[in-house]
Structure formats: structure tokens, C-alpha cells
């Protein structure tokens, strides 16, 4: 069994609630950050853990902490990420709502070290009924003295709020969910200025996502040294991987950054194998804005190796023959689906949560989605192969936000690898109707025309 | 003693400037002036918070300063990025940026309607010159084009969504010179659109500014006369004591003969306003006798109506082939080889009484 | 149509909430003010609600309007009592999502968008609601009905059936 480090108790009847919690070990690591540690002890202890943002990004923690503005007089915030709507993760839900206190007690802690007095949680709106767990869990935790006024007699005041969302992806992206706090439009904002320095009502905010800082519970009760001795190289610790798709077992996996993409898959602690008996034909590794993968390159890399689940060995090969580990949505393809259909839920996904600042992204996004739809319908001609690259490419690096390369990447990704598929749509217009392409002959990417 | 600001050293396309420090790319650029300033759809000097949407004036940033010389990974939107010593910015002399902006232009023009014989804005459309300088020659869209219903924002101010691009110049306006706001983007996505939801008039001091921001025909003047060219009409300066104390009553008159056609405020070479006017002066003064006539006024702009001036650009300079290693710069697109109505020999203000379709016939001598 | 106005015990709630945040910042509120607004008065946001909305929170209505259509979750219409809202993204899509469209569109006879005429259901498509794992899913109000099969969607109509018999 691999080591845990946010999961260990979450099967314990009763977790969900403070008393079992607290018998349990909890708040030990937030009752050693307020009163040995201080700020920059806690600080000290996350930058030695080499914890990486949960979120999607992979930035260190502890330099996006040490980066926050402190002037004088001006208050500080952190949010916590809790949007969770990139397809294939629900890895954040899970964890809120069977332990909450964990989350609680990772906002103390990291509140504290941001000398930060209100926190809040932006939650996704479609999550309705998680609120009241957090609320029940920040009531009781205030009612034991964790928060409020005067925390441990540390002279210490923190509140925490949950605010709801209301149906956009968008508002993940960490200026557009600060702009949605302030009740706007979730538009993300034209950067610099950073978060760290103008955030939520100009003053400094950290945003972080709600399992970086569920981690900071473990790294604060074991030490950052002790931490960074789960997981491998640059990938420290552990990560929740939510599995989806055509696997035995889909649901969220708490692994150390140690095992082989081939365990996760096939071995029955994690997902079971793929169902029915079939064969394995694409994965996206991480959340639905990474590179698809096809078997062949999700389990050994273009070098040859096993390719392992961290955020190192699932980049390998660049977006040419890698992906990326993302946000942990591990989204599992069998034989029998189809790459072009899987895009264009994609393609269209991303239409729809395009917030309509910039130009590329709210046309192009669009404009991807209608092809795909022609080519799958069976209306598709050859060279709209090469204009939706095209297009995928004009968007690319061009827009506000990371939305517009979200939307570009898994395009990018489909022809890329499945090109072939994608002809075979445009040559068999009927067929294609039919039936699927089903696996494909794909041991070798394909390749693809200029400005790869 | 007096103390020297220190300055920053910047070099776009191979040419040097140095500017205060807080100054953003293209504003440097527009110091340089001529082919290496980028265009801008969306920002707008004079409205805080604008730029940064449109892509238009994405540019290369080849090294990011003295300091750190290490170029920027991505193209950045040269409105919205402020200078660093020692900066090297890559416009027209970076393929990468010419395709890229051609990307955009596509995007922008993906959904328009193209109805630029229709249009009121069509002549001085900043879409318009866009695509003739940047764009490519044909859309590869072959989707029904998104409408939206024509709607008027009370009996002044029309507003043509299809034409729209969203650059927010509008809603700026509104925040930023009048009361309150009641137009905003409703909508999100390539459905998001100007709008009021539900009150349809926009009643506002100042709001009638909105017209001469909107980059495009999206907003125009329904008190404009009747449907006109603006190439027929001369523009020509003049002011009138405006009793609103935030007016300054400088304007341009867009005149046929006698008869005022359309009242806007003066623009600069970049098509920005140079001092926004009430609306009392831009609707209700529509007499010669309103208003103290300075003289013609020249139009700066490379844009169609600017006659005379515009074959001056055309020509690049000897210096940007250079720059450019030998490559044609594929910026302006002669414009008057399309166009009948635009002689570029012709100079508007120099007409006698109204202009005539028969003025912009070439004569053969 | 009945008078857009909070019952006390909303209004404090309204107060709590406006609390949370610093003073002057209460256009912070809003969303969380459109949620009860939309479960006060109908399952839908009127102008007139949203004008309501914006008076409490001294609001121009246009930043409200602004607002109610940039989220997907505020109904700019009215909408049936029950709303089916069928996930249809990537992973629920492998898992067979499509079938289940289709099979409560026959069931109930309705496409995508429309409601019933006796305004009981409303069928909805809509993107990753964060249960992929658990696909085919859809919400129901408040709450996810997860791994669906044509079964489950019977009952589920049954039981919304049932529920408005009831009241
Ligand atoms: C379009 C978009 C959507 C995002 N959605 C989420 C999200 O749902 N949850 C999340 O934690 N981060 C999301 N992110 C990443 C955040 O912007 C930000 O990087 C993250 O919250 C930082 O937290 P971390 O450093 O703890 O990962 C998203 C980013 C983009 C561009
Ligand atoms: S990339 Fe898309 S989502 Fe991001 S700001 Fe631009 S339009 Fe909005
Ligand atoms: S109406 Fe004109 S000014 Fe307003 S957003 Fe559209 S293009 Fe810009
Ligand atoms: S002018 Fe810079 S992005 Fe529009
Ligand atoms: S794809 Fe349907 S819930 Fe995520």
C-alpha cells in the first residue's frame, strides 16, 4: 500500500466532524504553527517541503508565498481555490467533503503565515451542498477556539468565509475568481499586477488551490524534510489523482509521486484495469486542458522508459510525446471511443466557459468547435484538419488568460496522435457514423504539418 | 540642482527611444511613430483599465532588459506592458508577430458582418484599415455568421451589435465620464454583447462620447443627418462657449455647404479623442450658426478619409526594408486601388461647397 | 405576480452575508444575494429581481444584469420545477452520457432546452459538474444523481412525479 499523507483518516467513521477529527490527531500541526513556529517558521517548513500548487500550475508554494507585497497598514488575503471545474477532477470535492476540518486547519495554518485575517473559500455554485459542510465544520472549529479572535492566546484573529460561485469554469483562473469575490463578471484580469501585490480589492492575495493547502497540514505535523521524502525528485509528496473514465474502479486516489502510470492504471489499489476487458487507447493524465496521450507513449516515454505519475516524468518529451500531471483528472480511454468525439466535447466545453475578453479565444474557441462538429458529423473536409492546427496555433500564447491555451492544447494533442483518425472521419463519412475507429495502429506519433 | 530623471533605453524594430520609466510599449512606439507602432483596437489612452483585449498589438519582446536579457516566452500585448532599461521589442520586423496579428484580425473579423457599404462608420472604421493592412486576403470561416438584433439605445445612440469587438472602450466611457453607468457587456463567451437588458435609453451628460470611441460602426450617431459618406462631408473645426463646465466646445463639424451633418469631438493621429463633449453639443447643434467655424481640419489618421495624406505611408520607408532584410513589409494596403471614391489626390477640405461623387473622379487631362 | 421582496429572515441572511466583507465591498455579496434570490422567488431571476437585488446592494442594475448572464447557473427564464441538468463533457461522454440524453429526452419527450408543458421538467445539457468519476451524472436541484442508467432515470421521475402529487 502507498504511503498517505491527506487520505490516512478519511475512512474513519466520523472524520467529517471535529471531535473524531481532533481524536485523531487534528489541529496538532495548526496548534505547532501558532505556537512554535510563527510565520516564517511555517514559511521555512513549506519551502523545504518543495510542495508544488495543486491547481494545475505546479508552482512551488513557498516562493509563491514568499513573493506576497506586506506594506504597512494594507490588509492580505488568501483564497482558496475551490472552483474545481476543469473535466476529469473532483479530487477537491472529495476531499471537502469527508474531511473539512483538514482544509480548515490548512487555512490557519497558512493564514498565519501569510498574516492573512479573512480567508476565503471560493467554491464552484454547482457544489450547493458542500457550503453548509464547510460552515458546520468552521463553526465548530471556531466554537473550539481554532478561529475568531485571540486564536491560542496568540493574540492571533482569523475568520473564514465560503462564498459560492455560480456556473463558470473561468472563475478557477485565479484574477477571474478574485474578480467573481468582488461580485463581478469573472474576467480574468490583464497581469501585472499580480495577485501578491494587487489581489482581491487591491490588496495582496495568495490564491491557492484546496488540496496545496490540505497538504500543508501532513508538512507542518512531519516537517518539510520528512516530507520531501514521499514522492520523487522535484515531485514531493503526494497527490490526489482523480480517475475517470473507462477504469474499474473511478475515484480519487490519494498516491505518492512514486509508482509507474502503469500501476495506477492496471493495479487493483488504484483503477482497477481498464472495464469490460478492453484495451487501453488514450489517456489525458491531468484535467482535460493536457495532451491526450495514446497508450503506447502514456506508459513509457519516447526514451523508452516507464513513465511515472510526477509532474517530471508526464512532461517528459515536451508536448510532442508528453502531457502533464495538471490538476490530477486522470481521464481513461478504452478501445471503443472515439478521439474526435472526445475533442469536441472538449472544443465545446471550452466555448462555453470562454469569458469573451479577448479576441482569440472567444472566436477561436468557437470556430474549433464547428469544425470538430463538421468533421464528426461527417461533414468534414481534409484541409480542416490542418486549419483547426491552425487555428489551435493562433490562439496559442495569444490570449489573456491560460484558458486559451487550455483550449488549444487538447486540439493540438488529438491531431497530433490521432491524426489518422481524424482522416479516416473526413474519408469515411458514413462509416464513421457507425461505428468507432477503435484503436489505432498509433506506435509511433504521426506527423504533423509545419509549426509543430 | 536639478535632478535628472533617469530614463529608460528602448529599442523597437531597431530604432531607440527613451522614455519614462511606467511607459508602456506602445506609447513608446507611438514616440517613434510610423510603421512600428503597433495597432490598437482596444486600448484608449484616455479611459483607465482599457487595453489588454483585443491582441491586436501583441509584440515580441526579444529582450527583456539590461538586466535581465532573457527574451519574454510569449507575445505580449504591447498596451498593457511597461518598458524595462534596456528593452528589445520585435514589431514589424518579427514574422512571428506579423502572423500572429493576422491571426487576430481573423478572429475579429470572423463574426463581422462585413457590411462596410452600409455601414456609417465605414471610412474611418479602425477594423476597417486593420484588415486592409494586416488581414489576409479571404476568411476561411464557413459558418453562418453570429447576429444579434439591431437595437436603439434611446432615439440618439444606435448601436449595431454584429459590428462589435468588444474592446470595452464603451463601458469604460460610461464608468469613467458620466453619472452612471447603464450599458455593460451581458453575456459571456462569443455571445457576450453590449447591451442595457432591459431599459433601452441611455441618458447620460456625456454618454454621446461613446460614438466616437467605438473603434468600429457598432455605436454611431442617429442624429446624423441622413445617410452619408463620411469622404462627402468636410470636417472642419469649431468651437461654441458650452455652458456645461465639463465640455470644452471644441469640435469637428462635419459639414455639406452650410448644413451640419454630424458634430464630433477632435481625434488625434491614433483616432483618439483629444477632449471628450457633452451631448448637448454633439446632438442638439446642428446650426452654422451654433458654433465659431476655426477652419478645415486636416485628419491625421492613415484611415480612408484622410485623402491626401494617406499615400505618404503607403510608401515604406528605405530604412524598413532594411530592417526587414529585403522582406516587403505586408503593412498598408493601397487602399485607393480598391476604392473609387478615395482619390488620393483629392483633398476634402480643399472642395468647394459639397463634396460630389463626381469630385472623385479621376480626370483624365 | 407576487411583490419581489425578502422575507425578514432572508433579509438578515442578506446582512450576514454583506458582513463577510470589508466595508464599501458589498458588491461582494452579490452572487451569494442572487443565489437566495433566484431559490426566493421562482427557480429564475426577472428584471425586476434583479432590480430588487441591485437596490439592496445600492447597486446599479446594469452590474447586476452584467452579472446574472455571465453565470451559468442563474435562469434568465422561467424554468420547470425540476431541471435535468445532464452532463455531457469528455469523461461522462465515455461513459455513455449520450445514451442517457436520449433516453430522457424520449421519456419525457422533450429535447434539450425545453420544458414539459405541464412545466414539471426542464432538460438541460451541461458541462463537467466535477462528478466524472461517477458518470453518467446529472444534478437535480441542489444535488448530484450520480452513475445513471435508464433505471435510476426512471425513478428519479417518479419520485419528482410523486413530489409535486404531494404538494
Ligand atoms: C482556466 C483556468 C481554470 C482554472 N481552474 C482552477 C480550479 O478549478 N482550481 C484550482 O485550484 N486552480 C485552477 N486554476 C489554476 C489557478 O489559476 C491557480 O493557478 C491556482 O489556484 C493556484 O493554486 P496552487 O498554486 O495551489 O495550485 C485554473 C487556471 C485556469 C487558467
Ligand atoms: S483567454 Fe478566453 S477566458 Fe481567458 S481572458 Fe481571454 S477570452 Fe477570457
Ligand atoms: S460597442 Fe464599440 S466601443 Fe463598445 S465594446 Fe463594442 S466595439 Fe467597443
Ligand atoms: S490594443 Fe492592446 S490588446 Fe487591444
Ligand atoms: S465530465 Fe461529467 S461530471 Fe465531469
Not at chain 1, 206 to 230: C, M, Q, R, S, W
Not at chain 2, 129 to 158: N, P
Not at chain 2, 243 to 253: A, D, E, I, R, Y
Not at chain 2, 266 to 283: A, L, T
Request: aromatic share 8%; proline share 5%; glycine share 10%.
Amino acid at each position: 500500500m502507498g504511503r498517505k499523507l491527506l487520505l490516512d483518516k478519511a475512512h474513519i467513521e466520523g472524520i467529517r466532524y471535529y471531535d473524531t477529527y481532533r481524536s485523531n490527531g487534528g489541529y496538532t500541526a495548526a496548534e505547532k504553527a501558532l505556537k512554535t513556529l510563527g510565520p516564517d517558521g511555517v514559511l521555512d517548513e513549506v519551502k523545504k517541503s518543495g510542495l508544488r500548487g495543486r491547481g494545475g500550475a505546479g508552482f512551488p508554494t513557498g516562493m509563491k508565498w514568499s513573493f506576497i507585497a506586506k506594506p504597512e497598514g494594507v490588509p492580505r488575503y488568501l483564497v482558496c481555490n475551490a472552483d474545481e471545474s476543469e473535466p476529469g477532477t473532483f479530487k477537491d470535492r472529495y476531499l471537502m467533503e469527508h474531511i473539512p476540518h483538514l482544509l480548515i486547519e490548512g487555512l490557519l495554518i497558512s493564514s498565519f503565515a501569510l498574516g492573512a485575517n479573512s480567508c476565503y473559500i471560493y467554491i464552484r455554485g454547482e457544489y450547493a451542498w458542500i457550503p453548509e459542510i464547510l460552515e458546520q465544520a468552521i463553526a465548530e472549529a471556531k466554537n473550539k477556539g481554532w478561529l475568531g479572535k485571540n486564536i491560542l492566546g496568540t493574540g492571533y484573529d482569523l475568520e473564514i468565509y465560503v462564498q459560492r460561485g455560480a456556473g463558470a469554469y473561468i472563475c478557477g483562473e485565479e484574477t477571474a475568481l478574485i474578480e467573481s469575490l468582488e461580485g463581478k463578471r469573472g474576467n480574468p484580469r490583464i497581469k501585472p499586477p499580480f495577485p501578491a501585490v494587487k489581489g482581491l480589492w487591491q490588496c495582496p492575495t495568495v490564491v491557492n488551490n484546496v488540496e496545496t493547502l490540505a497538504a500543508v497540514v501532513p508538512i507542518i505535523n512531519i516537517g518539510g524534510d520528512e516530507y520531501i521524502k514521499f514522492g520523487t525528485g522535484k515531485s514531493t509528496g503526494t497527490k490526489l489523482i482523480s480517475a475517470c473514465g473507462n477504469i474499474n474502479k473511478p475515484g480519487v486516489y490519494e498516491i505518492e509521486m512514486n509508482i509507474s502510470v502503469e500501476e495506477f492504471i492496471f493495479s487493483d489499489e488504484y483503477c482497477g484495469g481498464i472495464k469490460n476487458n478492453k484495451r487501453l487507447k488514450a489517456c489525458i493524465p491531468g484535467g482535460s486542458s493536457v495532451p491526450v496521450l495514446p497508450a503506447n507513449l502514456l506508459l513509457k516515454t519516447a526514451k523508452g522508459e516507464t513513465r511515472m505519475m510526477t509532474y517530471e516524468s508526464l512532461a517528459d518529451g515536451g508536448f510532442a510525446t508528453g502531457s502533464m500531471l495538471g490538476s490530477g483528472g486522470f481521464i481513461v480511454m478504452d478501445e471503443d471511443q472515439c478521439i474526435v468525439r472526445n475533442t469536441l466535447t472538449f472544443a465545446r466545453f471550452y466555448h462555453h466557459e470562454s469569458c469573451g475578453q479577448c479576441s482569440p479565444c472567444r472566436e477561436g474557441t468557437g470556430w474549433m468547435k464547428k469544425v470538430l462538429h463538421n468533421i464528426e458529423y461527417g461533414k468534414g473536409k481534409m484541409s480542416d484538419i490542418d486549419l483547426l492546427w491552425d487555428i489551435q496555433r493562433k490562439i496559442e500564447g495569444n490570449t489573456i488568460c491560460p484558458l486559451g491555451d487550455a483550449a488549444a492544447w487538447p486540439v493540438a494533442a488529438a491531431i497530433r496522435h490521432f491524426r489518422d483518425e481524424f482522416e479516416w472521419h473526413v474519408l469515411n463519412p458514413d462509416e464513421s457514423q457507425k461505428r468507432n475507429y477503435g484503436i489505432a495502429h498509433y506506435a509511433d506519433p504521426i506527423p504533423v504539418p509545419a509549426g509543430a | 540642482m536639478a535632478e535628472d530623471k533617469k530614463m529608460f533605453k528602448v529599442k523597437i524594430d531597431n530604432i531607440s527611444v527613451e522614455v519614462e520609466p511606467g511607459t508602456t510599449i506602445l506609447n513608446a512606439a507611438r514616440l517613434i511613430g510610423g510603421e512600428v507602432v503597433p495597432p490598437a483596437m482596444c486600448y484608449y489612452s484616455k479611459l483607465e483599465g482599457s487595453g489588454g483585449k483585443c491582441r491586436t498589438c501583441l509584440v515580441k519582446v526579444t529582450k527583456g532588459s539590461e538586466a535581465d536579457p532573457r527574451p519574454m516566452p510569449k507575445l505580449v500585448a504591447s498596451c498593457r506592458t511597461t518598458v524595462m532599461d534596456g528593452m528589445e521589442v520585435a514589431n514589424i520586423t518579427s514574422p512571428e508577430v506579423l502572423d500572429a496579428r493576422k491571426g487576430v484580425v481573423e478572429f475579429l473579423l470572423l463574426n463581422h458582418p462585413l457590411d462596410c457599404p452600409i455601414c456609417d462608420q465605414a471610412g474611418e472604421c479602425h477594423l476597417q484599415d486593420l484588415s486592409y493592412e494586416h488581414g489576409a486576403d479571404a476568411t476561411r470561416y464557413e459558418f453562418k455568421r453570429r447576429t444579434f438584433d439591431k437595437v436603439d439605445l434611446g432615439d440618439k445612440i444606435k448601436l449595431h451589435m454584429t459590428r462589435c469587438i468588444l474592446c470595452y472602450r464603451c463601458v469604460f466611457t460610461a464608468d469613467q465620464l458620466t453619472e452612471k453607468r447603464e450599458h455593460g457587456v451581458l453575456g459571456r463567451g462569443d455571445a457576450a454583447e453590449i447591451g442595457t437588458y432591459i431599459k433601452q435609453s441611455l441618458d447620460n451628460d456625456f454618454i454621446g462620447n461613446v460614438i466616437d470611441v467605438c473603434p468600429v460602426g457598432a455605436l454611431t450617431d442617429n442624429t446624423f443627418r441622413f445617410k452619408n459618406r463620411v469622404w462627402f462631408l468636410k470636417p472642419v473645426d469649431a468651437h461654441r462657449n458650452c455652458s456645461n463646465p465639463k465640455c470644452c466646445g471644441k469640435v469637428v463639424l462635419w459639414m455639406r455647404g452650410d448644413e451640419v451633418f454630424r458634430v464630433t469631438a477632435r481625434k488625434d493621429k491614433y483616432g483618439e479623442v483629444e477632449n471628450f463633449i457633452c451631448d448637448e453639443c454633439r446632438f442638439e447643434k446642428k446650426e452654422k450658426s451654433d458654433w465659431t467655424i476655426e477652419g478645415p481640419r486636416k485628419i491625421d489618421r492613415h484611415s480612408v478619409i484622410s485623402q491626401g495624406h494617406y499615400v505618404n505611408t503607403v510608401k515604406p520607408k528605405d530604412a524598413l526594408v532594411e530592417v526587414l532584410d529585403g522582406r516587403q513589409p505586408k503593412l498598408l494596403f493601397d487602399i485607393h486601388s480598391e476604392s473609387q471614391v478615395n482619390r488620393p489626390e483629392i483633398d476634402l477640405s480643399k472642395i468647394d461647397g459639397p463634396a460630389h461623387s463626381d469630385d472623385f473622379i479621376i480626370k483624365k487631362s | 405576480m407576487a411583490v419581489v421582496q425578502f422575507s425578514e429572515e432572508k433579509l438578515n441572511k442578506v446582512k450576514e452575508i454583506v458582513a463577510r466583507y470589508p466595508q464599501g465591498k458589498q458588491k461582494s455579496a452579490l452572487i451569494p444575494v442572487l443565489h437566495l434570490a433566484q431559490e426566493a422567488f421562482g427557480g429564475w431571476l426577472s428584471a425586476e429581481t434583479m432590480d430588487y437585488v441591485a437596490s439592496l446592494l445600492q447597486l446599479e442594475p446594469i452590474e447586476v444584469y452584467e452579472v446574472a448572464t455571465f453565470y451559468s447557473m442563474f435562469n434568465l427564464k422561467p424554468v420547470g420545477t425540476y431541471m435535468f441538468e445532464v452532463c455531457q463533457t469528455g469523461p461522462c461522454m465515455v461513459s455513455g452520457s449520450d445514451q442517457i440524453i436520449e433516453y430522457i429526452k424520449s421519456k419525457l419527450g422533450i429535447g434539450v432546452g425545453e420544458t414539459t408543458p405541464d412545466g414539471l421538467f426542464t432538460l438541460k445539457t451541461v458541462e463537467c459538474l466535477g462528478a466524472c468519476g461517477y458518470a453518467p451524472m446529472m444534478q437535480l436541484g441542489k444535488h448530484y444523481r450520480e452513475h445513471l442508467t435508464p433505471a435510476k432515470v426512471d425513478e428519479i421521475i417518479a419520485e419528482c412525479r410523486a413530489k409535486a402529487n404531494a404538494n
